[in-house]
């Protein structure tokens, strides 16, 4: 099911619009949708990842458990040369 939106979009805005439509011979309403999508599922991953975040940092003041700085920085290290192992627990 489909719902229809409005959104008022100052004149240069509009314009840009227009344009990329033409160039990429597509509706702007296609480009519409698409930015939406692609805006929601970066702001989707931000929440998520904030969400995340808090349950880690929740979760290590109940226990104080922690990764040591010397294991998180020799696994960054491997990294950056390309070795790709499992976080350190």
């Not at 008022?8 to 344009?19: C, F, G, I, N, Q």
């Not at 597509?26 to 931000?46: G, Q, T, V």
């Not at 104080?64 to 960054?76: L, N, Q, S, V, Y």
């Given at each position: ?13 509009h ?5 990329l ?8 309403h296609w480009?519409?949708?698409k ?33 040591p ?6 696994w960054?290290?491997?990294l ?6 499992s976080?350190?627990?």
């Amino acid at each position: 099911m489909t719902q229809t939106k409005s959104v008022k979009l100052d004149d240069t805005t509009h314009k840009r619009l227009a344009d990329l439509a033409r160039v990429r011979d597509r509706s702007p309403h296609w480009l519409m949708c698409k930015a939406i999508e692609k805006f929601l599922d970066s702001e989707e991953n931000y929440e998520r990842e904030k969400r995340e975040d808090l349950e880690r940092w929740e979760r290590y003041q109940l226990t104080g458990e922690a990764i040591p700085h010397e294991k998180a920085a020799a696994w960054i290290e491997n990294l950056a040369k390309g070795e790709v192992t499992s976080c350190p627990k």
